[in-house]
């Protein structure tokens, strides 16, 4: 075909073929726009869905699953992969797949193509994975996939801090991956990274949640603890016997474990009995109470044993015994026992047996169980220790009263065998009727102070108040006093108005002067002294001294002087002179005072003159 023949239709078909080209460029872009738009929209469709399922579900594995699917589709390849870092064995770890599967992978840091972009921080896209270096093909050969095309990105917190690598493979319709392909996989990476971290937030703060439950139930459960053993050492430190303490003791384990009974075996400290106390958890105010043999019973065999004894079928065990678990009021199934530990050996057992409601015994019932043996343990060797020191407390006040009824007897006793002797050697009736007139007059002076001792030792308050005349009052009371201190080198000097007269119990003060009278001789002893007794009208009341000039009373003993079995360090002595004396003088409504020095002892009973009206 030639060239027209005319030259201006050269140039008509020149500016149809740049029109037509213009044209083709236009419609390229058109389409390359349109393609943009479609991509934009479904990225914001995907952008959408993902925030949807992020605000909807807390299921992680579902939401990474939601994102590497629209990552797939969005980059169009043909598998989707995503691993997280795990920090403490440096590695990296499968997490979520879409695609082909392949077996869990685990990837060291810096190894491999995921291993080095969480290691760097830096994207990597590859048009053949085999051919570099990097890539680790035994992948492909362990799972049959072949890897083509490559894009690995890195996956970062809010805090900008790598947490794990998505990797896409083997992009459809072109031999790589493109920079937008990688733009689109970050923009999809933040929000797999906003649900790992929201994931990783309400783990931490269920965990937390579980953890202060856990505090707050332990908390409440040593707080009740607590509870139960101060209100199980306030009743045991209040409990007057044995009986008392079991209840209390067994009453509170019932309740707090809820069990249908309980039983207390404790071994006789004198005889080495076993006695054995039972509480039925529907009756706590009936305490039952037998002897148990050696080896009887489920307690027996604990005690035995010193360990613990758990038995889910009591009537069926061979420790069942008829005369002890037979006995007990209540059906039960399961048995706890453990022993009550002593210093050196089980003093006694406790046992629990069945349980009201639930079907058996919890660790926590257990662990309840043992607190509660434990602090009822230390209470029963208290208790014991405290009745043995009361059992000899008594014998040593038994002891000394008899020493005391010894000791004061031994002045009229004296007396009655001299006047017996003299009686003997007495021709005349008459000095023989004067010597037993004194000799009954000591026998009657015996018969008060039995009385004396017997009602200070009872607590009895019995006084025969009447007017005395204190001109025969001392004169009876400087004979008997010149008695005590005859052949010692002291001097006996009596201060008393004898006009004076008052009501008082005669027998009583007489006892209390003796009494004091006879400490100052004692404590004069062999240095001798002076021994002065003085009676005087105060006001209303009647002053009577007795002062002597000893060494004084020990420091050690001044303030307590008038207590029950206090001495000085004499021989002999067994503290209740003073003790009677001060409650004589109360019983009389007066009062006692004592001044010492290093140079003697004065004391001063103050007695109103009608005491007794």
Same mark, same amino acid.
């Given at each position: 075909?030639?060239?027209?023949?005319?030259?201006?239709l050269?140039?008509?078909?020149?500016?149809?073929?740049?029109?037509?080209?213009?044209? !083709?460029?236009?419609?390229?872009?058109?389409?390359e726009?349109?393609?943009?738009?479609?991509?934009?929209?479904?990225?914001?469709a995907?952008?959408?869905?993902?925030?949807?399922? #992020?605000?909807?579900?807390?299921?992680?594995?579902?939401?990474?699953?939601?994102?590497?699917?629209?990552?797939?589709?969005?980059?169009?390849a043909?598998?989707?992969?995503?691993y997280?870092?795990?920090?403490?064995?440096?590695?990296?770890?499968?997490?979520?797949?879409?695609?082909?599967?392949?077996?869990?992978?685990?990837?060291?840091?810096?190894?491999?193509?995921?291993?080095?972009?969480?290691?760097?921080?830096?994207?990597?896209?590859?048009?053949?994975?085999?051919?570099?270096?990097?890539?680790?093909?035994?992948?492909d050969?362990?799972?049959?996939?072949?890897?083509?095309?490559?894009?690995?990105?890195?996956?970062?917190?809010? #805090?900008?801090?790598?947490?794990g690598?998505?990797?896409a493979s083997?992009?459809?319709?072109?031999?790589?991956?493109?920079?937008?392909?990688?733009?689109?996989?970050?923009?999809?990476g933040?929000?797999?990274?906003?649900?790992?971290?929201?994931?990783?937030?309400?783990?931490?703060?269920?965990?937390?949640?579980?953890?202060? +439950?856990?505090?707050?139930?332990? #908390?409440?459960?040593?707080?009740?603890?607590?509870?139960?053993?101060?209100?199980?050492?306030?009743?045991?430190?209040?409990a007057?016997?044995?009986?008392?303490?079991a209840?209390?003791a067994?009453?509170?384990?019932?309740?707090?474990?809820?069990?249908?009974?309980?039983? +207390?075996?404790?071994?006789?400290?004198?005889s080495?009995?076993?006695?054995?106390?039972?509480?039925?958890?529907?009756?706590?105010?009936?305490?039952?109470?037998?002897?148990?043999?050696?080896?009887?019973?489920?307690?027996?065999?604990?005690?035995?044993?010193?360990?613990?004894?758990?038995?889910?079928?009591?009537?069926s065990?061979?420790?069942?015994?008829?005369?002890?678990e037979?006995?007990?009021?209540?059906?039960?199934?399961?048995?706890?026992?453990?022993? #009550?530990?002593?210093?050196?050996a089980?003093?006694?057992?406790?046992?629990?047996?069945?349980?009201?409601?639930?079907?058996?015994?919890?660790?926590?019932?257990?662990?309840?169980?043992?607190?509660? @043996?434990?602090?009822?343990?230390?209470?029963?060797?208290?208790?014991?220790?405290?009745?043995q020191?009361?059992?000899?407390?008594?014998?040593?006040?038994?002891?000394?009263?008899?020493?005391?009824?010894?000791?004061?007897?031994?002045?009229p006793?004296?007396?009655?065998?001299?006047?017996?002797?003299?009686?003997?050697?007495?021709?005349?009736?008459q000095?023989?009727?004067?010597?037993?007139?004194?000799?009954?007059?000591?026998?009657?002076? +015996?018969?008060?102070?039995?009385?004396?001792?017997?009602?200070f030792?009872?607590?009895?308050?019995?006084? /025969?108040?009447?007017?005395?005349?204190?001109?025969? /009052?001392?004169?009876?009371?400087?004979? !008997?006093l010149?008695?005590?201190v005859?052949?010692?080198?002291?001097?006996?000097? /009596?201060?008393?108005d004898?006009?004076?007269?008052?009501?008082?119990?005669?027998?009583r003060?007489?006892?209390?002067?003796?009494?004091?009278?006879r400490?100052a001789?004692?404590?004069?002893?062999?240095?001798?002294?002076?021994?002065?007794?003085?009676?005087?009208?105060?006001?209303?009341?009647?002053?009577?001294?007795?002062?002597?000039?000893?060494?004084?009373?020990?420091?050690?003993?001044?303030?307590?002087?008038?207590?029950?079995?206090? @001495?000085?360090?004499?021989?002999?002595?067994?503290?209740?002179?003073?003790?009677?004396?001060?409650?004589?003088?109360?019983?009389?409504?007066? @009062?006692?005072?004592?001044?010492? @020095?290093?140079?003697?002892?004065?004391?001063?009973?103050?007695?109103?003159r009608?005491?007794?009206?």
């Open positions: 075909m030639g060239l027209p023949r005319h030259p201006e050269w140039s008509d078909r020149g500016v149809a073929r740049d029109a037509k080209s213009a044209i !083709d460029a236009a419609e390229r872009r058109v389409r726009l349109e393609d943009a738009l479609a991509r934009e929209r479904r990225t914001v995907a952008l959408c869905e993902v925030g949807v399922a #992020l605000g909807a579900s807390s299921e992680l594995d579902e939401l990474l699953e939601l994102i590497l699917e629209k990552l797939k589709e969005l980059v169009r043909d598998r989707a992969m995503l997280l870092l795990d920090a403490p064995r440096n590695e990296l770890v499968s997490r979520v797949l879409v695609g082909p599967d392949v077996t869990h992978v685990r990837v060291r840091l810096g190894s491999g193509i995921a291993g080095r972009v969480a290691q760097s921080g830096r994207a990597v896209r590859l048009r053949d994975a085999h051919a570099d270096p990097r890539f680790e093909p035994e992948w050969l362990l799972t049959g996939f072949r890897t083509g095309s490559l894009l690995a990105v890195p996956l970062r917190n809010h #805090l900008g801090r790598t947490i690598v998505i990797e083997n992009r459809q319709g072109k031999p790589e991956f493109s920079v937008e392909d990688e733009e689109m996989i970050a923009v999809l933040t929000q797999a990274a906003v649900a790992i971290d929201n994931s990783s937030l309400l783990v931490s703060q269920l965990q937390k949640n579980r953890e202060l +439950l856990d505090t707050q139930i332990a #908390l409440e459960r040593r707080v009740r603890d607590l509870e139960l053993l101060f209100d199980l050492e306030r009743a045991t430190s209040s007057t016997s044995l009986e008392s303490l209840t209390a067994l009453e509170r384990l019932v309740m707090a474990c809820g069990a249908r009974g309980a039983a +207390l075996l404790l071994v006789q400290p004198e080495g009995d076993l006695v054995q106390y039972v509480l039925d958890g529907e009756r706590p105010d009936a305490l039952a109470c037998f002897g148990v043999k050696a080896g009887e019973g489920f307690l027996a065999a604990a005690l035995r044993t010193g360990g613990a004894l758990s038995v889910p079928d009591g009537p065990d061979p420790r069942f015994h008829v005369h002890v037979g006995r007990l009021p209540f059906h039960f199934a399961e048995v706890f026992a453990l022993p #009550l530990e002593g210093e050196s089980p003093i006694g057992a406790i046992g629990l047996f069945g349980m009201r409601e639930a079907p058996g015994f919890g660790e926590e019932d257990l662990a309840l169980a043992r607190l509660v @043996t434990a602090n009822l343990a230390t209470a029963v060797r208290l208790f014991q220790a405290g009745e020191r009361a059992r000899q407390e008594r014998l040593e006040a038994i002891g000394r009263l008899l020493s005391q009824v010894v000791h004061d007897f031994k002045t006793m004296t007396v009655i065998s001299g006047y017996a002797q003299l009686m003997l050697d007495a021709d005349e009736r000095q023989r009727a004067e010597y037993l007139e004194e000799i009954l007059r000591q026998f009657d002076a +015996l018969v008060a102070m039995q009385r004396e001792v017997l009602e030792a009872r607590g009895e308050k019995t006084l /025969f108040v009447r007017r005395v005349h204190l001109r025969k /009052f001392f004169a009876d009371l400087a004979r !008997d010149g008695r005590e005859e052949g010692k080198p002291i001097e006996l000097v /009596f201060d008393v004898t006009r004076l007269s008052a009501r008082f119990d005669e027998t003060v007489a006892r209390a002067l003796h009494n004091l009278a400490n001789v004692e404590a004069m002893a062999d240095g001798g002294g002076t021994l002065k007794i003085g009676a005087r009208a105060e006001g209303d009341d009647l002053v009577l001294t007795v002062a002597d000039t000893g060494p004084g009373i020990p420091p050690e003993v001044e303030g307590r002087l008038f207590q029950s079995f206090v @001495t000085a360090g004499k021989t002999g002595g067994t503290g209740l002179g003073l003790a009677i004396v001060k409650k004589i003088v109360d019983e009389h409504g007066g @009062t006692i005072r004592v001044h010492s @020095t290093a140079s003697g002892a004065a004391f001063e009973l103050r007695l109103p009608g005491a007794g009206r």
